[in-house]
């Protein structure tokens, strides 16, 4: 049996404190907070979603901000960078807007893209990449009109243990394609045109470890419910240890830690997040799973703010 995954789902990444997070990720890069919830298995904390309008597949990124969290380390066993796209042409406007918000960048080049590298508030590494492919966002949002608004995912740089692994799980196991190589890095593309492209560091860092500012697992699209279950299987076939089907609300999800020491995430498409509100509401309160509801006033009461809102830099 061979699968293909049309590219990455979701990415999940533990922060620090939230208002922090929404004003990096809202205020500075301008994606749409699309889902306001809790983490389902620690209530306790946030579960952040932004991603463009829709919160597409292939756009979201999401955050369990931890405000008390020790600093963690990037290394191997992770994503080390995740990249966004932007529409071609655009790069020198994002150049302008991260000075004005004195987030310090590189620029650098890899397979021939420029890229702009930098550091959100909490450290992760992100980088901004122009791509033509990729369904345009129609989000816009303080000083980011929609055609120079981020697209989604252009993909990730995963660091692994093992690179040997990883990339035979990429190809043999997910149904990525190798494209080449370029100095320390291999780089395979999936079918859709975002979140498709993931490069490979050849050369093994450190270990990485868990806390703030890290990259805590990447999620893999699975088309349905049915598919998700073939995955299921398919993984376990591979010989390696998944779990059981959990519901996240707006998808499923089975995990599964790669051999190069990444947790792997397979989630389905549907059902989305118009699940528990609509289009336009999306974002704007706190959304409990039916399970977690009548804790509703105990869990708000422990949050802290979390506000979607234009940075005073855009005001002027
Ligand atoms: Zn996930």
Partial sequence: MSKRTAGIHHITAIVGNPQENVDFYAGVLGLRLVKKTVNFDDPGTYHLYFGNEAGSPGTIMTFFPWPNA?????????????????????????????????????????????TLQFDDP????????????????????????????????????LLTLKPESTMKLLTEGMGLVEIGSEGDF?????????????????????????GAGIVHHIAWRAADYEDHEVWREHIANLGYGVTPVKDRQYFNAVYFRERGGILFEIATDPPGFTRDETAEEMGRSLLLPPWLEEKRALIEANLLGAEVRILEEDQS
């Fill in 70 to 114: 020790y600093q963690g380390k990037i290394g191997s066993g992770q994503v080390g960078v995740t990249s966004f796209a932007v529409p071609v042409g655009t790069l020198s406007f994002w150049e302008e807007r991260l000075a004005k918000f004195n987030v310090s960048f590189e620029k650098l080049t890899r397979f021939g893209e420029e």
């Fill in 122 to 157: 909490h450290g992760l590494h992100l980088e901004l990449v122009e791509r033509k492919e990729g369904t345009a966002s129609s989000w816009s949002f303080g000083g980011i009109p929609a055609d120079k608004a981020i697209k989604g995912f252009g993909g990730a740089v």
């Fill in 186 to 210: 291999t780089r395979f593309k999936a079918s859709d045109d975002l979140g498709n492209v993931i490069d490979v560091k050849l050369t093994p860092v450190p270990s990485g470890s868990m």
